[in-house]
């Protein structure tokens, strides 16, 4: 129970998982899918891909989002709140604060999550502790999805194609509907079944795309503004352990930094901190 935060997060990065392999095996422009006419749901999706294929063309990211984590007990709710706020510079650069929020004492625990590319630090700032791990070992691990759901989308897919000059933009510049035909052939979700529908939420317009995984796992719904092409906001239903789990990322800022200082993904010890051989766990409880 002391890392459900992690728990929640670790199933969206398992759907997420899947959807990159759309990028792993191509390394320059992919060839059409040789596949019938798409149906029509699965053409309503273009603002979803769009979105997402986006999010993989650009170099630099900056992202911050609010997650809230609610699981069903037999005798009580827990929750969980946390902001984020990343910087990314592609393929494998990072810089993430994690601040979690108790509704009773205000902030929380707040940590954070750096790499240079080769090496990982996470930091706990309650302990002065850090650990050290290597980029590969941790964005194939569970803990990589502390960075947020985005941010983990865009690190895992980069470094499964190991290029991001060439396989993330060039499916960038492909049209919705062979888009949808790549997501269709290698996503595990059931594009074929989703529920497509449109809502204002406040001043914003939204595509809201309700869909199960294959295997009836969990359901993600996901909020995407058409105009922007921005996914805005995650839902994620699901169960873990007998626990039944709701998770909402809310992304409250994209945007593309003009300038990032190099020593944004370099970490300084604080004074007195203490290295730690196993890798800090980021636990909301």
Known sequence: ???????????????????????????????????????????????????????????????ESSIELMGNLPDRQLVANANLKTIIAAPNKVNTEITFVNRDRGLGQKYQIISNGTQVWIYDQATNQYSVSEYRQFIQSAAAVNVGTLANFYLRTLDRVNSNKIA?????????????????????VDLQNMTIRNEQIE??????????????????????????SNIDRI???????GLDLLLIEQITSQTLPESISAETFNFVPPDNAEQVELQIAIEPF
Not at 168 to 188: C, T, V
């Open 1 to 63: 129970m002391k890392s459900l935060l992690l728990v929640g997060l670790t199933t969206i990065a398992i759907s997420n998982m899947s959807m990159t392999t759309i990028a792993q095996t191509e390394t320059q422009t992919p060839q059409t899918p040789t596949s019938p006419a798409l149906p029509l749901p699965l053409l309503q999706a273009a603002p979803l891909v769009q979105a997402t294929s986006k999010l993989l063309a650009q170099q630099s990211y900056q992202i």
């Open 168 to 188: 993330s933009r060039a499916l960038a510049k492909l049209p919705p509907d062979r888009l949808i035909g790549y997501f269709q052939r290698f996503a595990n």
């Open 203 to 228: 001043d914003t317009f939204y595509s809201i795309y309700d869909i199960n995984a294959v295997d009836n796992s969990y359901e993600v719904t996901t909020y995407v503004a058409p105009q922007s």
């Open 235 to 241: 839902d994620l239903i699901g169960q873990k352990d």
